[in-house]
Protein backbone atom coordinates (compact mmCIF):
# COMPACT_ATOMS: atom_id res chain seq x y z
CA UNK A 1 0.00 0.00 0.00
CA UNK A 2 0.78 3.58 -0.81
CA UNK A 3 2.66 5.56 2.11
CA UNK A 4 -0.50 8.70 1.32
CA UNK A 5 -3.33 5.43 1.45
CA UNK A 6 -1.60 4.07 4.62
CA UNK A 7 -1.97 7.30 6.33
CA UNK A 8 -5.63 8.00 4.62
CA UNK A 9 -6.53 4.81 6.53
CA UNK A 10 -5.20 5.99 9.78
CA UNK A 11 -7.19 9.16 9.65
CA UNK A 12 -10.42 6.79 8.85
CA UNK A 13 -10.34 4.51 11.64
CA UNK A 14 -10.69 6.81 14.12
CA UNK A 15 -13.63 8.42 11.58
CA UNK A 16 -15.31 5.12 11.57
CA UNK A 17 -16.07 5.14 15.36
CA UNK A 18 -18.89 7.51 14.47
CA UNK A 19 -20.29 5.17 11.74
CA UNK A 20 -21.02 1.54 12.83
CA UNK A 21 -19.27 -1.22 10.72
CA UNK A 22 -21.01 -4.08 12.15
CA UNK A 23 -22.96 -6.03 9.89
CA UNK A 24 -22.90 -8.45 12.79
CA UNK A 25 -24.77 -6.19 15.38
CA UNK A 26 -28.02 -6.01 12.96
CA UNK A 27 -27.54 -9.94 11.77
CA UNK A 28 -26.29 -11.69 14.60
CA UNK A 29 -27.15 -12.43 17.54
CA UNK A 30 -24.56 -11.71 20.44
CA UNK A 31 -24.74 -14.08 23.58
CA UNK A 32 -24.05 -12.89 26.63
CA UNK A 33 -22.90 -9.56 25.90
CA UNK A 34 -20.91 -7.33 28.38
CA UNK A 35 -19.04 -3.90 28.80
CA UNK A 36 -15.92 -5.36 30.51
CA UNK A 37 -15.73 -8.07 27.76
CA UNK A 38 -15.88 -5.60 25.00
CA UNK A 39 -13.27 -2.42 26.11
CA UNK A 40 -9.25 -2.91 26.19
CA UNK A 41 -8.12 -2.32 29.74
CA UNK A 42 -5.08 0.42 30.51
CA UNK A 43 -2.97 -0.94 33.58
CA UNK A 44 -1.65 2.37 35.15
CA UNK A 45 1.07 1.96 37.97
CA UNK A 46 0.51 5.44 39.89
CA UNK A 47 4.09 5.47 40.87
CA UNK A 48 5.25 6.13 37.39
CA UNK A 49 2.86 7.64 35.57
CA UNK A 50 2.94 11.57 35.62
CA UNK A 51 4.32 13.07 39.13
CA UNK A 52 2.22 16.43 39.42
CA UNK A 53 3.90 17.83 42.80
CA UNK A 54 7.60 17.63 41.95
CA UNK A 55 8.57 14.91 44.03
CA UNK A 56 9.69 12.24 41.69
CA UNK A 57 6.58 10.17 42.56
CA UNK A 58 4.07 9.72 40.54
CA UNK A 59 0.12 10.65 41.50
CA UNK A 60 -3.27 10.91 41.06
CA UNK A 61 -3.20 14.52 40.35
CA UNK A 62 -0.81 13.56 37.78
CA UNK A 63 -2.93 10.66 36.41
CA UNK A 64 -5.74 13.38 36.49
CA UNK A 65 -3.68 16.06 34.07
CA UNK A 66 -3.37 13.19 31.68
CA UNK A 67 -7.26 11.61 31.27
CA UNK A 68 -7.19 13.44 27.76
CA UNK A 69 -4.34 11.14 26.72
CA UNK A 70 -6.06 8.21 28.14
CA UNK A 71 -8.96 8.77 26.06
CA UNK A 72 -6.94 9.35 22.98
CA UNK A 73 -5.93 5.89 23.79
CA UNK A 74 -9.34 4.52 22.55
CA UNK A 75 -9.21 2.13 26.21
CA UNK A 76 -12.82 1.48 27.75
CA UNK A 77 -11.19 0.30 31.48
CA UNK A 78 -8.60 1.64 33.81
CA UNK A 79 -6.93 -0.93 36.01
CA UNK A 80 -4.62 1.07 38.61
CA UNK A 81 -1.92 -0.29 41.07
CA UNK A 82 -2.90 0.23 44.64
CA UNK A 83 -2.49 3.77 45.75
CA UNK A 84 -3.61 3.02 49.62
CA UNK A 85 -2.02 4.52 52.87
CA UNK A 86 1.25 1.75 52.71
CA UNK A 87 4.92 1.58 54.08
CA UNK A 88 5.70 0.94 50.69
CA UNK A 89 7.23 -2.23 50.78
CA UNK A 90 6.30 -3.83 47.88
CA UNK A 91 5.24 -0.65 46.37
CA UNK A 92 1.51 -0.15 47.40
CA UNK A 93 1.07 -4.21 47.67
CA UNK A 94 1.44 -3.92 51.33
CA UNK A 95 -1.67 -1.79 52.70
CA UNK A 96 -1.67 -0.58 56.07
CA UNK A 97 -4.96 1.34 55.46
CA UNK A 98 -8.03 0.21 52.96
CA UNK A 99 -10.24 3.31 52.86
CA UNK A 100 -7.17 5.64 52.76
CA UNK A 101 -4.87 7.46 49.73
CA UNK A 102 -1.31 7.58 50.42
CA UNK A 103 -0.42 11.12 50.80
CA UNK A 104 2.31 10.87 48.27
CA UNK A 105 -0.19 9.70 45.62
CA UNK A 106 -2.80 12.44 46.73
CA UNK A 107 -5.90 12.67 48.80
CA UNK A 108 -9.66 11.17 48.62
CA UNK A 109 -10.80 14.38 46.58
CA UNK A 110 -8.25 13.74 43.97
CA UNK A 111 -9.34 9.97 43.94
CA UNK A 112 -12.74 11.40 43.77
CA UNK A 113 -12.45 13.39 40.80
CA UNK A 114 -9.90 11.19 38.86
CA UNK A 115 -12.90 9.07 39.18
CA UNK A 116 -15.39 11.58 37.92
CA UNK A 117 -12.74 12.41 34.93
CA UNK A 118 -13.10 8.76 34.04
CA UNK A 119 -16.54 8.60 33.89
CA UNK A 120 -17.25 11.43 31.91
CA UNK A 121 -15.11 10.32 29.27
CA UNK A 122 -16.79 7.03 29.21
CA UNK A 123 -14.19 4.79 31.03
CA UNK A 124 -14.24 2.89 34.16
CA UNK A 125 -12.43 2.01 36.82
CA UNK A 126 -11.07 -1.24 38.37
CA UNK A 127 -9.76 -0.99 41.63
CA UNK A 128 -6.83 -3.42 43.10
CA UNK A 129 -8.06 -5.22 46.01
CA UNK A 130 -5.11 -6.26 47.97
CA UNK A 131 -6.48 -9.17 50.30
CA UNK A 132 -4.81 -12.16 50.55
CA UNK A 133 -2.52 -10.10 53.07
CA UNK A 134 -1.65 -6.70 54.60
CA UNK A 135 0.96 -4.58 55.76
CA UNK A 136 2.63 -5.51 58.83
CA UNK A 137 1.80 -1.81 59.73
CA UNK A 138 -1.74 -2.79 59.55
CA UNK A 139 -3.72 -2.04 62.88
CA UNK A 140 -5.35 -5.06 62.48
CA UNK A 141 -1.90 -6.68 62.97
CA UNK A 142 -0.69 -4.36 65.41
CA UNK A 143 -3.38 -5.99 67.22
CA UNK A 144 -3.24 -9.33 66.15
CA UNK A 145 0.56 -9.61 67.25
CA UNK A 146 -0.01 -7.53 70.71
CA UNK A 147 -0.91 -10.71 72.77
CA UNK A 148 -2.31 -14.00 72.19
CA UNK A 149 -5.72 -13.33 73.35
CA UNK A 150 -5.99 -9.99 71.27
CA UNK A 151 -9.79 -10.06 69.57
CA UNK A 152 -7.52 -9.37 65.99
CA UNK A 153 -5.23 -12.44 66.73
CA UNK A 154 -7.11 -15.05 64.32
CA UNK A 155 -7.00 -12.03 61.56
CA UNK A 156 -3.55 -13.58 60.80
CA UNK A 157 -2.63 -17.23 60.61
CA UNK A 158 -0.42 -17.93 63.75
CA UNK A 159 2.12 -20.72 64.97
CA UNK A 160 2.48 -21.02 68.97
CA UNK A 161 6.28 -21.55 69.42
CA UNK A 162 5.57 -24.48 71.75
CA UNK A 163 4.03 -26.63 69.23
CA UNK A 164 7.77 -26.86 67.79
CA UNK A 165 8.70 -25.61 64.23
CA UNK A 166 5.76 -24.62 61.67
CA UNK A 167 5.53 -27.17 58.92
CA UNK A 168 7.62 -25.80 55.85
CA UNK A 169 5.77 -23.11 53.59
CA UNK A 170 7.95 -21.17 50.75
CA UNK A 171 7.94 -17.64 50.93
CA UNK A 172 7.80 -15.35 47.46
CA UNK A 173 9.76 -12.72 48.61
CA UNK A 174 11.85 -13.89 51.35
CA UNK A 175 15.71 -13.41 51.77
CA UNK A 176 15.32 -17.11 53.10
CA UNK A 177 12.81 -18.68 51.39
CA UNK A 178 10.53 -19.01 54.73
CA UNK A 179 6.94 -18.26 54.97
CA UNK A 180 6.94 -18.13 59.10
CA UNK A 181 8.60 -15.42 60.82
CA UNK A 182 9.13 -15.50 64.32
CA UNK A 183 7.40 -13.05 66.17
CA UNK A 184 9.14 -12.60 69.94
CA UNK A 185 6.12 -10.38 71.23
CA UNK A 186 4.31 -13.39 71.51
CA UNK A 187 6.40 -16.09 70.97
CA UNK A 188 4.95 -17.35 67.94
CA UNK A 189 5.17 -17.43 64.57
CA UNK A 190 3.28 -15.68 61.78
CA UNK A 191 2.67 -16.57 57.87
CA UNK A 192 3.87 -14.34 55.15
CA UNK A 193 3.65 -16.04 51.54
CA UNK A 194 5.13 -12.95 50.18
CA UNK A 195 7.26 -10.81 52.31
CA UNK A 196 7.83 -10.88 56.03
CA UNK A 197 5.80 -6.95 56.06
CA UNK A 198 3.29 -8.26 54.67
CA UNK A 199 1.61 -11.31 56.58
CA UNK A 200 -1.37 -13.32 54.94
CA UNK A 201 -4.58 -12.16 56.55
CA UNK A 202 -6.36 -15.77 57.93
CA UNK A 203 -9.74 -16.22 55.36
CA UNK A 204 -11.01 -18.31 57.55
CA UNK A 205 -12.64 -16.36 59.89
CA UNK A 206 -15.31 -14.65 59.59
CA UNK A 207 -15.04 -11.06 60.40
CA UNK A 208 -11.78 -11.02 57.98
CA UNK A 209 -14.47 -11.54 55.40
CA UNK A 210 -16.81 -8.77 56.54
CA UNK A 211 -14.44 -6.62 56.86
CA UNK A 212 -13.04 -7.14 53.32
CA UNK A 213 -16.64 -6.97 51.85
CA UNK A 214 -17.02 -3.87 53.88
CA UNK A 215 -13.78 -2.21 51.84
CA UNK A 216 -15.33 -2.92 48.88
CA UNK A 217 -18.96 -1.80 49.39
CA UNK A 218 -16.73 1.33 50.44
CA UNK A 219 -15.51 1.49 47.01
CA UNK A 220 -18.31 0.50 44.70
CA UNK A 221 -20.21 3.19 46.98
CA UNK A 222 -17.56 5.79 45.35
CA UNK A 223 -18.26 4.43 41.76
CA UNK A 224 -15.77 2.32 41.13
CA UNK A 225 -16.64 -0.06 38.63
CA UNK A 226 -14.61 -3.24 38.61
CA UNK A 227 -12.54 -5.46 41.29
CA UNK A 228 -9.33 -6.97 40.68
CA UNK A 229 -8.30 -9.20 43.77
CA UNK A 230 -4.58 -9.49 44.02
CA UNK A 231 -3.14 -13.01 44.72
CA UNK A 232 -6.59 -14.45 45.31
CA UNK A 233 -6.12 -17.85 44.78
CA UNK A 234 -3.96 -18.30 47.76
CA UNK A 235 -6.52 -16.90 50.43
CA UNK A 236 -7.76 -19.69 51.27
CA UNK A 237 -5.33 -22.06 53.45
CA UNK A 238 -5.87 -25.71 55.22
CA UNK A 239 -4.95 -24.06 58.91
CA UNK A 240 -4.12 -27.26 60.31
CA UNK A 241 -0.65 -26.71 57.79
CA UNK A 242 0.33 -30.13 56.80
CA UNK A 243 3.11 -31.11 55.87
CA UNK A 244 3.82 -30.93 51.98
CA UNK A 245 6.32 -32.84 50.58
CA UNK A 246 9.62 -32.22 49.89
CA UNK A 247 10.48 -29.90 47.07
CA UNK A 248 6.38 -29.05 46.94
CA UNK A 249 7.24 -25.36 45.65
CA UNK A 250 8.13 -26.50 42.37
CA UNK A 251 3.95 -27.26 42.04
CA UNK A 252 3.37 -24.34 43.70
CA UNK A 253 -0.13 -23.02 42.35
CA UNK A 254 -1.20 -26.82 42.52
CA UNK A 255 -0.48 -27.06 46.41
CA UNK A 256 -0.84 -23.16 47.54
CA UNK A 257 -3.40 -21.86 45.15
CA UNK A 258 -7.24 -23.04 45.32
CA UNK A 259 -6.98 -24.06 48.81
CA UNK A 260 -10.44 -25.60 50.43
CA UNK A 261 -12.45 -22.68 51.00
CA UNK A 262 -11.62 -20.33 47.80
CA UNK A 263 -14.78 -20.78 45.60
CA UNK A 264 -17.20 -20.90 48.78
CA UNK A 265 -15.51 -17.35 49.89
CA UNK A 266 -16.00 -16.06 45.96
CA UNK A 267 -19.80 -16.64 45.88
CA UNK A 268 -20.32 -15.11 49.16
CA UNK A 269 -18.23 -12.19 47.99
CA UNK A 270 -20.57 -12.12 44.64
CA UNK A 271 -23.55 -12.56 47.27
CA UNK A 272 -22.53 -9.68 49.62
CA UNK A 273 -20.94 -7.53 47.02
CA UNK A 274 -20.71 -8.26 43.46
CA UNK A 275 -24.01 -8.67 42.66
CA UNK A 276 -25.05 -5.54 44.33
CA UNK A 277 -23.43 -3.60 41.86
CA UNK A 278 -22.53 -3.29 38.35
CA UNK A 279 -19.44 -4.44 38.66
CA UNK A 280 -17.28 -6.61 36.89
CA UNK A 281 -13.84 -9.08 38.87
CA UNK A 282 -10.94 -10.61 38.11
CA UNK A 283 -8.91 -12.47 40.02
CA UNK A 284 -5.17 -12.96 40.08
CA UNK A 285 -4.39 -16.48 39.21
CA UNK A 286 -6.91 -19.25 37.68
CA UNK A 287 -5.75 -22.52 39.59
CA UNK A 288 -3.77 -24.96 37.86
CA UNK A 289 -5.80 -26.54 35.18
CA UNK A 290 -9.12 -25.40 33.06
CA UNK A 291 -11.45 -27.32 35.20
CA UNK A 292 -9.92 -24.35 37.88
CA UNK A 293 -10.44 -21.75 35.95
CA UNK A 294 -14.21 -22.65 34.87
CA UNK A 295 -15.50 -23.01 38.21
CA UNK A 296 -14.10 -19.35 39.44
CA UNK A 297 -15.62 -17.95 35.96
CA UNK A 298 -18.16 -19.31 34.68
CA UNK A 299 -21.45 -17.56 34.86
CA UNK A 300 -23.79 -19.90 36.46
CA UNK A 301 -21.02 -20.31 39.28
CA UNK A 302 -21.70 -16.33 40.55
CA UNK A 303 -17.85 -16.24 41.01
CA UNK A 304 -15.63 -14.01 39.09
CA UNK A 305 -16.17 -12.64 35.51
CA UNK A 306 -12.96 -13.16 34.10
CA UNK A 307 -10.20 -15.57 34.37
CA UNK A 308 -6.20 -13.84 34.55
CA UNK A 309 -3.80 -17.16 34.39
CA UNK A 310 -0.45 -16.73 34.06
CA UNK A 311 0.62 -19.47 31.22
CA UNK A 312 1.17 -17.14 28.85
CA UNK A 313 3.47 -14.39 30.24
CA UNK A 314 5.25 -17.05 31.77
CA UNK A 315 6.57 -18.44 28.26
CA UNK A 316 9.48 -15.82 28.68
CA UNK A 317 11.25 -16.96 32.85
CA UNK A 318 14.42 -16.98 31.37
CA UNK A 319 17.42 -15.67 29.32
CA UNK A 320 16.29 -18.24 26.69
CA UNK A 321 12.87 -16.32 25.96
CA UNK A 322 10.37 -18.31 23.72
CA UNK A 323 9.41 -19.97 20.89
CA UNK A 324 6.62 -19.27 18.58
CA UNK A 325 5.19 -22.89 18.64
CA UNK A 326 4.34 -22.42 22.31
CA UNK A 327 3.10 -19.02 22.13
CA UNK A 328 0.73 -20.14 19.49
CA UNK A 329 -0.25 -23.51 21.35
CA UNK A 330 -0.35 -21.79 24.45
CA UNK A 331 -3.17 -19.64 23.60
CA UNK A 332 -4.98 -21.13 21.48
CA UNK A 333 -5.45 -23.92 24.35
CA UNK A 334 -6.91 -21.35 26.44
CA UNK A 335 -8.94 -19.82 23.46
CA UNK A 336 -10.58 -23.34 23.00
CA UNK A 337 -10.98 -23.98 26.48
CA UNK A 338 -12.88 -20.81 26.80
CA UNK A 339 -14.97 -20.76 23.70
CA UNK A 340 -18.16 -21.61 24.73
CA UNK A 341 -18.25 -21.11 28.37
CA UNK A 342 -16.45 -18.05 30.41
CA UNK A 343 -14.16 -15.76 29.45
CA UNK A 344 -10.39 -14.70 29.57
CA UNK A 345 -7.96 -11.72 29.98
CA UNK A 346 -5.61 -11.34 27.09
CA UNK A 347 -2.03 -9.96 28.04
CA UNK A 348 1.32 -10.14 27.96
CA UNK A 349 2.60 -7.62 30.17
CA UNK A 350 2.05 -5.99 33.70
CA UNK A 351 3.68 -4.44 36.31
CA UNK A 352 4.99 -8.31 37.44
CA UNK A 353 7.16 -8.49 34.62
CA UNK A 354 9.74 -6.64 32.28
CA UNK A 355 8.56 -4.54 29.33
CA UNK A 356 6.78 -6.80 26.54
CA UNK A 357 8.93 -5.66 23.82
CA UNK A 358 12.10 -6.66 25.17
CA UNK A 359 10.62 -9.77 26.27
CA UNK A 360 8.28 -10.72 23.19
CA UNK A 361 9.35 -8.32 20.34
CA UNK A 362 12.35 -7.35 19.67
CA UNK A 363 13.59 -4.09 21.42
CA UNK A 364 16.73 -3.45 18.93
CA UNK A 365 16.62 0.11 17.24
CA UNK A 366 15.82 -1.49 13.86
CA UNK A 367 13.05 -3.86 14.74
CA UNK A 368 11.27 -2.29 17.90
CA UNK A 369 8.83 -0.34 16.26
CA UNK A 370 7.56 -3.22 14.24
CA UNK A 371 7.61 -5.49 17.08
CA UNK A 372 5.62 -3.37 19.40
CA UNK A 373 3.23 -2.77 17.04
CA UNK A 374 2.60 -6.92 16.16
CA UNK A 375 2.31 -7.21 19.52
CA UNK A 376 -0.41 -4.56 19.74
CA UNK A 377 -2.11 -6.19 16.39
CA UNK A 378 -1.70 -9.42 18.21
CA UNK A 379 -3.03 -8.46 21.39
CA UNK A 380 -6.15 -6.59 20.54
CA UNK A 381 -7.00 -8.98 17.62
CA UNK A 382 -7.66 -11.93 20.16
CA UNK A 383 -10.37 -13.12 21.88
CA UNK A 384 -10.90 -12.25 25.60
CA UNK A 385 -10.57 -9.05 26.89
CA UNK A 386 -7.05 -6.88 26.35
CA UNK A 387 -4.92 -5.47 29.27
CA UNK A 388 -2.19 -2.96 28.02
CA UNK A 389 0.73 -1.75 30.56
CA UNK A 390 1.17 1.65 30.79
CA UNK A 391 4.09 2.42 28.32
CA UNK A 392 3.77 -0.38 26.08
CA UNK A 393 1.40 1.79 24.09
CA UNK A 394 4.93 3.29 22.80
CA UNK A 395 7.15 0.47 23.17
CA UNK A 396 9.08 1.29 26.13
CA UNK A 397 11.67 -0.61 26.89
CA UNK A 398 13.74 -2.81 29.50
CA UNK A 399 16.28 -0.42 31.43
CA UNK A 400 19.75 -1.57 31.48
CA UNK A 401 20.54 -2.37 35.45
CA UNK A 402 24.00 -3.89 36.12
CA UNK A 403 24.14 -3.43 39.77
CA UNK A 404 21.91 -4.55 42.25
CA UNK A 405 22.16 -1.11 44.66
CA UNK A 406 20.04 -0.45 40.56
CA UNK A 407 17.08 -2.25 41.58
CA UNK A 408 14.36 -0.89 43.98
CA UNK A 409 11.92 -4.17 44.04
CA UNK A 410 11.85 -6.39 46.79
CA UNK A 411 11.29 -8.91 44.54
CA UNK A 412 14.86 -8.55 43.30
CA UNK A 413 16.80 -7.26 46.46
CA UNK A 414 15.75 -10.36 48.38
CA UNK A 415 15.85 -12.50 45.70
CA UNK A 416 19.74 -11.44 45.37
CA UNK A 417 20.36 -12.16 48.74
CA UNK A 418 18.83 -15.83 48.34
CA UNK A 419 20.92 -16.42 45.96
CA UNK A 420 23.76 -15.10 47.28
CA UNK A 421 23.64 -17.38 50.53
CA UNK A 422 22.60 -20.40 48.30
CA UNK A 423 25.95 -19.80 46.32
CA UNK A 424 24.55 -19.10 42.87
CA UNK A 425 26.02 -18.41 39.89
CA UNK A 426 25.63 -14.73 40.61
CA UNK A 427 26.72 -13.37 37.32
CA UNK A 428 24.03 -15.45 35.39
CA UNK A 429 21.74 -14.32 38.28
CA UNK A 430 22.48 -10.59 37.63
CA UNK A 431 21.74 -11.15 33.80
CA UNK A 432 18.32 -12.67 34.70
CA UNK A 433 17.55 -9.77 36.43
CA UNK A 434 18.51 -7.87 33.93
CA UNK A 435 16.14 -9.08 31.56
CA UNK A 436 13.03 -10.27 33.89
CA UNK A 437 13.37 -8.00 36.73
CA UNK A 438 10.20 -6.09 37.82
CA UNK A 439 12.05 -3.07 37.87
CA UNK A 440 12.43 -3.14 34.09
CA UNK A 441 8.54 -2.21 33.62
CA UNK A 442 8.30 0.05 36.52
CA UNK A 443 10.34 2.99 34.92
CA UNK A 444 8.53 6.29 34.48
CA UNK A 445 6.40 7.05 31.37
CA UNK A 446 8.51 8.49 28.73
CA UNK A 447 6.06 11.60 28.31
CA UNK A 448 8.53 14.23 25.92
CA UNK A 449 12.11 14.54 25.64
CA UNK A 450 12.68 16.97 28.34
CA UNK A 451 14.24 16.23 31.36
CA UNK A 452 13.31 12.86 33.33
CA UNK A 453 11.15 12.57 30.41
CA UNK A 454 8.24 15.41 31.25
CA UNK A 455 7.35 12.38 33.89
CA UNK A 456 8.72 14.93 36.97
CA UNK A 457 10.30 18.13 37.76
CA UNK A 458 12.60 16.02 40.68
CA UNK A 459 14.66 13.02 40.52
CA UNK A 460 12.72 10.15 39.81
CA UNK A 461 12.21 7.53 42.08
CA UNK A 462 13.54 4.73 39.60
CA UNK A 463 15.57 6.05 36.99
CA UNK A 464 13.86 7.13 33.39
CA UNK A 465 14.77 5.08 30.80
CA UNK A 466 17.86 6.76 28.68
CA UNK A 467 15.92 5.98 25.43
CA UNK A 468 13.62 8.62 26.30
CA UNK A 469 14.19 11.26 23.92
CA UNK A 470 13.40 8.73 20.91
CA UNK A 471 10.57 6.91 22.68
CA UNK A 472 8.19 8.92 24.33
CA UNK A 473 4.46 10.65 23.74
CA UNK A 474 4.98 13.79 22.46
CA UNK A 475 7.32 12.65 19.47
CA UNK A 476 4.86 9.55 18.64
CA UNK A 477 1.60 11.71 19.23
CA UNK A 478 2.68 13.65 15.41
CA UNK A 479 3.86 10.86 13.75
CA UNK A 480 1.39 8.94 12.02
CA UNK A 481 3.25 5.84 11.87
CA UNK A 482 4.29 5.61 15.39
CA UNK A 483 3.54 2.74 17.87
CA UNK A 484 1.15 4.79 19.29
CA UNK A 485 -1.17 5.85 16.26
CA UNK A 486 -0.81 2.13 16.01
CA UNK A 487 -1.88 1.15 19.10
CA UNK A 488 -4.96 3.64 18.57
CA UNK A 489 -5.74 2.50 15.23
CA UNK A 490 -6.01 -1.07 16.62
CA UNK A 491 -8.52 0.03 19.67
CA UNK A 492 -10.55 1.56 17.23
CA UNK A 493 -10.65 -1.16 15.20
CA UNK A 494 -11.32 -3.28 17.92
CA UNK A 495 -14.41 -0.94 19.28
CA UNK A 496 -16.05 -0.86 15.75
CA UNK A 497 -16.02 -4.56 15.01
CA UNK A 498 -17.55 -6.81 17.16
CA UNK A 499 -16.13 -9.87 15.30
CA UNK A 500 -12.89 -8.63 16.75
CA UNK A 501 -14.57 -9.61 20.35
CA UNK A 502 -16.75 -12.09 20.19
CA UNK A 503 -15.97 -13.72 16.76
CA UNK A 504 -14.56 -17.57 17.11
CA UNK A 505 -10.59 -17.86 16.45
CA UNK A 506 -9.03 -19.91 14.48
CA UNK A 507 -5.60 -20.84 14.08
CA UNK A 508 -4.04 -21.62 10.49
CA UNK A 509 -1.06 -23.13 9.81
CA UNK A 510 -0.27 -24.36 13.60
CA UNK A 511 3.29 -25.66 12.32
CA UNK A 512 4.90 -22.38 10.87
CA UNK A 513 7.86 -21.61 12.53
CA UNK A 514 7.53 -17.74 11.92
CA UNK A 515 3.99 -16.77 11.26
CA UNK A 516 1.18 -16.58 13.89
CA UNK A 517 -1.74 -16.49 11.62
CA UNK A 518 -5.50 -16.66 12.74
CA UNK A 519 -9.20 -15.71 11.84
CA UNK A 520 -11.29 -14.47 13.92
CA UNK A 521 -15.48 -15.06 12.67
CA UNK A 522 -18.54 -13.71 13.81
CA UNK A 523 -21.85 -14.63 11.36
CA UNK A 524 -20.74 -13.47 8.14
CA UNK A 525 -18.37 -11.55 9.64
CA UNK A 526 -14.22 -12.36 9.30
CA UNK A 527 -11.14 -10.66 9.82
CA UNK A 528 -7.83 -12.52 8.65
CA UNK A 529 -4.70 -11.82 10.70
CA UNK A 530 -1.15 -12.25 9.78
CA UNK A 531 1.68 -11.99 12.29
CA UNK A 532 5.38 -12.62 11.72
CA UNK A 533 7.65 -13.29 14.65
CA UNK A 534 10.57 -13.13 13.17
CA UNK A 535 13.44 -10.84 11.74
CA UNK A 536 13.31 -12.63 8.30
CA UNK A 537 11.08 -12.38 5.65
CA UNK A 538 8.36 -15.08 5.77
CA UNK A 539 5.69 -16.29 3.51
CA UNK A 540 2.18 -18.27 3.66
CA UNK A 541 -0.01 -19.15 1.04
CA UNK A 542 -3.59 -17.69 1.37
CA UNK A 543 -6.25 -19.59 1.26
CA UNK A 544 -9.00 -18.77 -1.86
CA UNK A 545 -11.53 -16.94 0.37
CA UNK A 546 -8.39 -14.48 1.08
CA UNK A 547 -7.03 -13.70 -2.13
CA UNK A 548 -8.48 -10.91 -3.12
CA UNK A 549 -9.02 -9.94 0.95
CA UNK A 550 -8.31 -5.54 1.85
CA UNK A 551 -5.91 -4.76 4.49
CA UNK A 552 -7.58 -3.02 7.63
CA UNK A 553 -4.45 -2.30 9.11
CA UNK A 554 -0.44 -3.29 8.57
CA UNK A 555 2.19 -2.05 10.44
CA UNK A 556 4.37 -1.60 7.46
CA UNK A 557 3.26 1.00 4.56
CA UNK A 558 2.84 -2.25 1.44
CA UNK A 559 2.02 -5.80 1.99
CA UNK A 560 3.76 -7.81 -0.33
CA UNK A 561 0.67 -10.08 -1.79
CA UNK A 562 0.66 -11.95 -5.59
CA UNK A 563 -2.79 -12.99 -4.71
CA UNK A 564 -1.65 -16.38 -4.00
CA UNK A 565 1.13 -15.77 -1.48
CA UNK A 566 2.00 -13.27 0.81
CA UNK A 567 5.70 -12.42 1.66
CA UNK A 568 5.68 -10.83 4.93
CA UNK A 569 8.71 -8.44 6.22
CA UNK A 570 10.58 -8.96 9.43
CA UNK A 571 7.98 -8.59 12.33
CA UNK A 572 4.72 -7.47 9.89
CA UNK A 573 1.30 -7.63 10.91
CA UNK A 574 -1.52 -7.08 9.35
CA UNK A 575 -5.50 -7.88 9.35
CA UNK A 576 -7.30 -8.47 6.21
CA UNK A 577 -11.39 -8.35 5.58
CA UNK A 578 -12.35 -10.48 2.51
C1 LIG B 1 0.62 -9.78 43.21
C2 LIG B 1 0.99 -8.43 42.63
C3 LIG B 1 2.43 -8.17 42.92
C4 LIG B 1 2.64 -8.18 44.40
C5 LIG B 1 2.13 -9.47 45.01
C6 LIG B 1 2.02 -9.35 46.50
O1 LIG B 1 1.25 -10.81 42.56
O2 LIG B 1 0.67 -8.38 41.28
O3 LIG B 1 2.88 -6.95 42.38
O4 LIG B 1 4.00 -8.01 44.68
O5 LIG B 1 0.84 -9.78 44.56
O6 LIG B 1 0.96 -8.49 46.82
Known sequence: MKKSLYLLLLLLIP????????????????????????????QIYPRSFKDSDGDGVGDLRGVI????????????????????????????YDVSDYRAILPAFGSMEDFDELLAGLHQRGIKFVL????????????????SRSSRDNPYRDYYHWWPAEKGDPPYRYSLFDAEGNAWKYDSITDAYYLHYFAAEQPDLNWENPKVREEVYDIMKFWADKGVDGFRLDAFQFVSKDTTFPAWPKGYEKDFIKYVGMGPHLHSYLQEMNREVFSKYDV???????????????????????????????????????????????????????????????????????????????????????????????????????????????????????????SIEQYQDIAAINGYQKALSEGAD????????????????RTPMQWDSTEHAGFSTATPWLPVNENYTEINVAAQ?????????????????????QVLIYGDYEMLAPEHEQIYAYTRTLG????????????STARMVLADGWRSAREVINNYTTLENDGTTVSLKPWQAVIMQP
Not at 15 to 29: I, P, S, Y
Not at 128 to 143: A, G, I, P, R, T
Request: aromatic share 12%; hydrophobic share 40%; net charge negative.
Open 426 to 441: MELHMQALNFLSRDNG
Open 15 to 42: LACVENTNKTDEKTEIANRAWWKEGVIY
Open 524 to 535: EDQMLVLLNFSE
Open 280 to 402: FSVSEGAGSTFEDAHLLVDADRNELDMAYHFETVDLVNSLEGYKLKELKEVFSRWDSAFAEKGWISIFLSNHDVSRIVSRFGNDTPEYRSPSAKLLTTFLLSMRGTPYTYYGDELGMTNIDFQ
Open 65 to 92: DKLDYIESLGVKMVWMNPFFESPMVDNG
Open 477 to 497: DSDPNSVLNHFRAMTALRNNN
Open 128 to 143: DVVVNHSSDQHEWFKQ
